[in-house]
DNA sequence: AAAACTTTGCAATACTGTTGCACGTACTTA
DNA sequence: TAAGTACGTGCAACAGTATTGCAAAGTTTT
């Protein structure tokens, strides 16, 4: 019988390695968004690179979305079941400048905006920084 | 008689060196904002530490601000007389897939935004991606 | 079982940003 | 003006993150 992770795998036509699996758990545990770094703390032994591709992998496929919140490194953290990470399914992102950590606003979508004329619109990086309720 | 230049930096408070007469009129003439490599590029034989420690004194004394829009490297661009970088002051950016450049949208503010329960609002880096007016 | 393809580990590398230190220049003050 | 001090610049080294080539190991297909 498999698990709930191999099925959320292949719904994204992900085959499921035993590297991947673990990965999408750690994910999936988290309120937080994760660097390269943070996952890789989070097992013994095992390559960055490997881990690198994996979430390439992952969000080639829509599984996960990457943050880059200015803060060096890039972030990254589960998409919903549904989303294509169009432009309807992004979100705003929380970077509190206390702990650092990055939070998914997955209730604040991005503001559809009247671009200056000639400009078009394909994708967005909206991250708001403060504090955190845990930092205050 | 003194310039025109000389006169912005010192209106915030940056003592007009030569070097800093000509970062400033680099980021004048362009309508983009310029990378630490893009302003390097400039010159013929000036050290990269110097650029960044001109952009890190122009930055703290809010004569410019920098933009992080995903490419990796960190751009920058000229502040209004005015700005103190304050979230009133805040105006998305725009980054073209195409050809790579990021624009300044003055006209566009970063939007007023209620966070969740807890969530201060401090500073905001939005980006908005799509292709610019030149290249469609 | 062999061939073909995919995933992983390792090592090396690129790129951007950042700092320590020494030297030179500009400003301050006696 | 001369000495003393603060500031700015150049050079070199380094740090952190992202990324790639290549070969070994594992998986799937014939
Ligand atoms: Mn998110
Ligand atoms: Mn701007
Ligand atoms: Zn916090
Ligand atoms: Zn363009």
């Known amino acids: 019988m498999k698990g709930k992770t191999d099925k959320k795998l292949e ?3 992900i085959k499921p390695t035993a590297m ?7 994910l999936e545990k988290q309120k937080k968004a994760l660097s390269l770094y943070e996952i890789e703390q989070q097992f013994d032994n095992v ?3 490997t881990i690198f591709r994996t979430l390439k992998t992952f969000q ?20 919903d079941d549904d989303c294509t990470c169009k432009p309807d399914d992004l979100h705003i992102h ?9 939070h998914c606003m997955k209730d604040m979508p991005v503001p559809k905006m009247d671009l200056a004329e000639g400009f078009s619109f394909e994708n967005a990086n909206f991250v708001v ?3 955190c309720p845990n930092c205050r």
């Open 11 to 13: 719904q994204k036509n």
């Open 20 to 26: 991947r699996q673990l990965v999408y758990e750690i």
């Open 47 to 49: 390559e960055r690179s």
């Open 60 to 79: 080639d496929n829509y599984l996960i979305h990457s943050i880059d919140d200015g803060t060096g490194a890039v972030k990254y953290a589960l998409c």
């Open 94 to 102: 929380f970077l509190c400048n206390k702990c650092g950590q990055t």
């Open 129 to 131: 920084k403060g504090i």
